[in-house]
């Protein structure tokens, strides 16, 4: 299945005062649908300019969740933007690839409420 989003992608939501920053580090198909594998970060931004800044040195963030994996209907929760894209690291990779060897949990919570915001 095609999305429009791929891994590697940087992706930013607004908040009340800001934004905030999540990365797609991959997609999975499952029985019971998609599953959309994602980062956080503890940086928010003022701005999309700041945004762009920040994805230009991506290892300069601060990661607050390494990998949660989520419902279709979780992640088309919150309306993200693509906002810049880097090809995804052998860690992250890991990640996902350790995931789909063994399926963990899938959460069917918004990425606000795992990252604490509203």
Do not use: C
């Amino acid at each position: 299945m095609e999305h429009r989003f791929k891994p590697g992608d940087f992706l930013f939501f607004q908040l009340e005062a800001g934004f905030a920053l999540i990365r797609l580090l991959a997609v999975s198909e499952t029985s019971d649908g998609t599953v959309w594998h994602v980062n956080t970060y503890h940086d928010l931004f003022p701005d999309t300019d700041s945004i762009e800044n920040a994805v230009s040195n991506p290892d300069e963030l601060s990661i607050a969740i390494r990998h949660i994996a989520l419902t279709d209907r979780a992640f088309e929760s919150t309306q993200v933007a693509n906002i810049g894209f880097t090809e995804p690291t052998d860690a992250e990779r890991a990640l996902t690839e350790q995931w789909n060897a063994k399926p963990g949990e899938i959460s069917d919570r918004s990425i606000r409420l795992h990252m604490g915001l509203r």
